[in-house]
């Protein structure tokens, strides 16, 4: 009996694309929280140039 469990490989394919979507959804949450932190600083950024350039053009 034990021989047939180590043998038997139904279901090997299932594990190995459940695992392949999660290294690919724990790979984009990283990926995406490394990049927010610099998103925002350019948003910050751009934000800061407008208003100056607003209440310059506006005195």
Same mark, same amino acid.
């Given at each position: 009996m034990a021989k047939r469990c180590l043998?038997?490989?139904s279901g %090997?394919? $299932?594990v190995?694309? /459940?695992l392949i979507i999660g290294l690919v &959804? !724990? &790979?984009a949450i990283? /990926? $995406?929280g490394l990049l927010s932190g610099g998103l %925002?600083? !350019?948003f910050?950024? !751009?934000s800061g140039s407008l208003n100056n350039s607003t209440t310059v053009s506006g005195s």
């Open positions: 043998r038997d490989e %090997q394919g $299932l190995e694309y /459940g &959804a !724990i &790979a990283v /990926g $995406l %925002q600083n !350019i910050k950024s !751009i």
